[in-house]
């Protein structure tokens, strides 16, 4: 199991010219897979180009910037942007992103395959939908590239199948934004992204909590969370490297000798929030309230991680939920 490094709930694009099938599908799939229509190729193309700039936008930090210097030995340096994952979440259109294309076969301006031909340079990820006589079609379609999936409209499971696929295809979307990534921060604090025993936790964690949105978090290291009412919570994940680390932080800053304790025997997990997210005197009178209770995962190696509710006035302010999101769009 792989883990996306941010991941928040986007759109489904249905194209069809059939406005009647439209609906239809649009109330199947509910608010569960937000979905926009489109009847006419030429409009849905538009559209798709419209939002799908806001994806390309985030191309400048999920990539790593390199510096190249002219002395040796070292000609250059790569610097990672996590702090800037967050501020994703800031974004007003970021529902909206299409990360599934659901396209019919037969229409009359252009076929489902030209269509997809038009959006072959977008990152969202592509169904086709196809009558029994388009199946040799959708297969060379497929072997191309062109699609990631194919279903006949026909078949008795064709709805149970095509939400299935719109989900794991969505988590596909999000894992092909993170690859360029993924090798960096495993070699370095963020190792746990490439741990399946954590992307099983942050699963876990999402559904515990009903979380909608994450984003990887800097300082302290792990996800920043939100539920689909908008509230903000903070999944931290620490090696034992980095409990050690908090550990002697805190001692050779005069720390608390209960809180001393408490890190040593792992029994809390801390969020020292700003700066380099370790202890300060900042923290002194009241560090209970910046500790949760230490709870285990054993994956590669042992992670040690816990949960926080955070005040949005400690971040960015609040963000808009996905909840208002649905409201506004079910008038549409």
Same mark, same amino acid.
């Given at each position: 199991?792989?883990?996306?490094?941010?991941?928040?709930?986007?759109?489904?694009?249905?194209? !069809?010219?059939?406005?009647?099938?439209?609906?239809?599908?649009?109330?199947?799939?509910?608010?569960?897979?937000?979905?926009?229509?489109?009847?006419?190729?030429?409009?849905?193309?538009?559209?798709?180009?419209?939002?799908?700039?806001? @994806?390309? !936008?985030?191309?400048?930090?999920?990539?790593?910037?390199?510096?190249?210097?002219?002395?040796?030995?070292?000609?250059?340096?790569?610097?990672?942007?996590?702090?800037?994952? @967050?501020?994703?979440?800031?974004?007003?259109?970021?529902?909206?992103?299409?990360?599934?294309?659901?396209?019919?076969?037969?229409?009359? $301006?252009?076929?489902?395959?030209?269509?997809?031909?038009?959006?072959?340079? %977008?990152?969202?990820?592509?169904?086709?939908?196809?009558?029994?006589?388009?199946?040799?079609?959708?297969?060379? &379609?497929?072997?191309?590239?062109?699609?990631?999936?194919?279903?006949?409209?026909?078949?008795?499971?064709?709805?149970?199948?095509?939400?299935?696929?719109?989900?794991? %295809?969505?988590? $596909? *979307?999000?894992?092909?934004?993170?690859?360029?990534?993924?090798? %960096?921060?495993? %070699?370095?604090?963020?190792?746990?992204?490439?741990?399946?025993?954590?992307?099983?936790?942050?699963?876990?964690?999402?559904?515990? *909590?009903?979380?909608?949105?994450? *984003?990887?978090?800097?300082?302290?290291?792990?996800?920043?969370?939100?539920? &689909?009412?908008?509230?903000?919570?903070?999944?931290?994940?620490?090696?034992?490297?980095?409990?050690?680390?908090? *550990?002697?932080?805190?001692?050779?800053?005069?720390?608390?000798?209960?809180?001393?304790?408490?890190?040593? &025997?792992?029994?809390?997990?801390?969020?020292?929030?700003?700066? !380099?997210?370790?202890?300060?005197?900042?923290? !002194?009178?009241?560090?209970?309230?910046?500790?949760?209770?230490?709870?285990?995962? $054993?994956?590669?190696?042992?992670?040690?991680?816990?949960?926080?509710?955070?005040?949005?006035?400690?971040?960015?302010?609040?963000?808009?939920?996905? @909840?208002?999101?649905?409201?506004?769009?079910?008038?549409?």
């Amino acid at each position: 199991m792989s883990l996306p490094i941010y991941q928040h709930p986007t759109m489904t694009v249905l194209v !069809d010219d059939s406005t009647s099938f439209l609906h239809s599908l649009r109330f199947q799939l509910g608010n569960a897979l937000p979905s926009t229509t489109f009847s006419d190729a030429p409009s849905a193309l538009a559209w798709l180009r419209e939002y799908s700039e806001d @994806s390309t !936008d985030l191309e400048g930090f999920l990539s790593p910037c390199v510096d190249t210097y002219t002395r040796e030995p070292q000609p250059f340096s790569v610097a990672l942007h996590v702090e800037q994952l @967050s501020c994703i979440s800031q974004r007003a259109r970021r529902f909206m992103t299409p990360t599934t294309l659901v396209i019919d076969y037969l229409m009359p $301006q252009m076929n489902g395959i030209e269509f997809c031909e038009a959006v072959q340079d %977008l990152p969202c990820k592509k169904i086709l939908l196809t009558g029994v006589a388009d199946e040799k079609q959708a297969i060379a &379609a497929f072997n191309r590239g062109l699609i990631d999936r194919y279903i006949r409209k026909s078949d008795p499971d064709a709805l149970d199948r095509l939400e299935a696929d719109i989900v794991t %295809l969505q988590r $596909q *979307y999000f894992l092909a934004q993170s690859r360029v990534v993924h090798g %960096l921060l495993s %070699l370095h604090d963020y190792r746990f992204v490439s741990d399946p025993a954590v992307a099983g936790l942050v699963d876990q964690v999402a559904k515990a *909590y009903q979380i909608v949105e994450h *984003y990887l978090y800097k300082n302290p290291s792990g996800f920043l969370m939100y539920d &689909a009412e908008g509230r903000p919570h903070l999944l931290v994940i620490e090696t034992e490297h980095g409990m050690q680390a908090h *550990y002697e932080m805190a001692r050779d800053s005069g720390a608390p000798q209960a809180l001393l304790e408490a890190l040593r &025997a792992r029994r809390v997990i801390p969020n020292f929030s700003g700066g !380099d997210g370790m202890y300060s005197a900042a923290f !002194d009178d009241a560090w209970y309230n910046y500790t949760a209770p230490a709870q285990e995962c $054993q994956g590669r190696e042992r992670y040690y991680w816990g949960m926080f509710d955070l005040d949005p006035i400690t971040l960015d302010g609040p963000v808009e939920p996905f @909840s208002a999101f649905l409201r506004k769009h079910q008038g549409r």
